[in-house]
C-alpha cells in the first residue's frame, strides 16, 4: 500500500490506499445537473497514465506525426499539454489539505477544477490537488502528479486476486436510480441505465467497430444484444458476412474457435485483459470493466426477501422489480470518441467517416 505526500514539504496527504485500474468513467460528464456518487472505492488510487488539464493545444495546433507518437490517430477537439499521472482517489481519503477559494472554478453545483488545483497542503501551502464535485461529474479528488510523492507504507504488498477470487465478487447492477439538483420539487429521482455501463459500452463499442473490419456484427441475444446490437446494426453495413462476438471469461465456457471477437473482463487491480488458451486466443478482445462483464456472465436474480406487515414471520414475497429507464440503451459518446481515436484502425475512411458524424448519431439516438 502507499500514502501520498507533499512535494514540498512531505506531509501526509492520504490514508494508505491500494492501486487499481482506472475507471472507464473517470471523466464522464452525465447529463445535465445529475447527482454522481463518489468514482473511486475508500482505500484506493488510480493513476491516469495521459497528460491531464491545462495548458491546452487545439487540434489545428498540433503535428498528425506528434499526436500518433502520443497514441491520438483521429481529429480531438484539443490535446492536453498537462502532466502526466494524475493520481485519483475518494475525498474522503484526503488527509492535511485545506481548499484554496480563489480557484473554485465551476460553481454550477460545486468545484469542476476548471482553474487548476484548488486543494492546497495545510502544512506549506502548496496546490496539489483538485477536488471535483460538480454536477455531471464524478465526485473525486485528482492529486497533481508534479506536486506530490508517493511512499510505501507497508513493506508487504498484496497480491492481486485470482480470476477465481474475482468471480466470487459482485457485478455491477445495469440499472440504477438518478439523483439530480435543485428540483424546484426537492430531489428529483428515476430508474435510468447505468452511468459506468453506457461508459463501458462506449469503450467497448469502439473496439466492436475496430474488429468488424467494416462487416456486420452479431452480439448473444439478452442483455448484450440490448446493449450492442442496435448501435451495430445502425453503423455497420448490411450484406457482408456477419462477425461472430461472444461473451468470454473465467468461469464460462471455452470460445468456439469460430469466435471472431471476444467479450472479455478486465483485471480491476491489473489492468490485464482475460485471454482464453487454444484457438480462441487468436480472437480480437474486446475489453469490459470486471464489474459490467461479471452481470452479464452471471446475472444476479431478482430474490424473494423477508416479508413485513401483516404477512408472518418468515413468509416470502417477491417484491416489484425496478422500473425499467425512461429510453433505450445508449453507449457513452465520450468513452466511444476517447478510445475510437486512440485505436488506430480509425485511420480507415469507414471509420472516420462514424467519428465525422458523431453528431448526427447522438440526434439519431445511437448514442
Known amino acids: 500500500m502507499f500514502a501520498f505526500v507533499c512535494g514540498g514539504c512531505g506531509a501526509r496527504l492520504t490514508t494508505p490506499l491500494s492501486q487499481v485500474v482506472l475507471p472507464v468513467h473517470a471523466h464522464q460528464r452525465y447529463g445535465n445537473g445529475i447527482q454522481l456518487p463518489v468514482l473511486m472505492e475508500s482505500g484506493t488510487f488510480a493513476v491516469d497514465p495521459e497528460p491531464l488539464g491545462p495548458p491546452l493545444r487545439t487540434w489545428e495546433e498540433i503535428d498528425q506525426d506528434e499526436a500518433a507518437a502520443r497514441g491520438i490517430y483521429a481529429p480531438v477537439h484539443a490535446l492536453s499539454d498537462g502532466a502526466p499521472g494524475a493520481i485519483v482517489i475518494a475525498p474522503g481519503d484526503v488527509r492535511g489539505t485545506r481548499l484554496i477559494p480563489e480557484k473554485g472554478g465551476g460553481y454550477c453545483c460545486g468545484l ?34 508534479n506536486a506530490v510523492r508517493r511512499c510505501p507504507v507497508d513493506d508487504a504488498d498484496a497480491a492481486p486476486l485470482s480470476w477465481t477470487e474475482l468471480t ?40 466492436l467497430l475496430a474488429a468488424s473490419e ?54 480491476p487491480q491489473s489492468g490485464e485483459t482475460w485471454t482464453p488458451a487454444g484457438p480462441a486466443a487468436s480472437a480480437y478482445p474486446v475489453p469490459l470493466p470486471f464489474g ?48 475510437l481515436v486512440r485505436l488506430p484502425a ?15 448519431h447522438l440526434r439519431a439516438g445511437i448514442f
Open 292 to 339: 459490467v462483464w461479471l452481470w452479464l456472465a452471471f446475472p444476479e436474480p431478482h430474490l424473494p426477501v423477508p416479508a413485513s406487515g401483516r404477512i408472518p414471520d418468515g413468509v416470502l414475497r417477491d417484491e416489484p422489480l425496478a422500473p425499467l429507464p425512461r429510453h433505450l440503451f445508449r453507449a457513452d459518446p465520450g468513452a466511444f470518441q476517447h478510445t
Open 112 to 145: 469542476d477544477g476548471a482553474d487548476g488545483p484548488n486543494m492546497a497542503c495545510e502544512a506549506c501551502g502548496l496546490p496539489v490537488a483538485s477536488r471535483i464535485d460538480d454536477c455531471s461529474l464524478w465526485q473525486a479528488v485528482w492529486l497533481a502528479p
Open 214 to 267: 467494416s462487416r456486420p456484427v452479431t452480439v448473444p441475444d439478452g442483455l448484450i444484444a440490448e446493449v450492442f446490437q442496435r448501435a451495430l446494426d445502425a453503423l455497420l453495413p448490411v450484406g457482408p458476412p456477419a462477425r461472430r462476438a461472444v461473451l468470454a471469461g473465467p468461469g464460462r465456457p471455452t470460445p468456439d474457435a469460430d469466435a471472431d471477437i471476444l467479450l472479455v473482463p478486465t483485471h
Open 168 to 207: 466470487a465478487g459482485k457485478g455491477t447492477p445495469p440499472f440504477e436510480p438518478i439523483a439530480t439538483w435543485g428540483s424546484r420539487l426537492g430531489r428529483n429521482h428515476w430508474w435510468s441505465w447505468s452511468p459506468q455501463w453506457e461508459a463501458a459500452a462506449g469503450r467497448a463499442l469502439a473496439h
Open 346 to 360: 480509425v485511420r480507415s475512411p469507414w471509420l472516420r467517416e462514424i467519428l465525422e458524424n458523431l453528431t448526427q
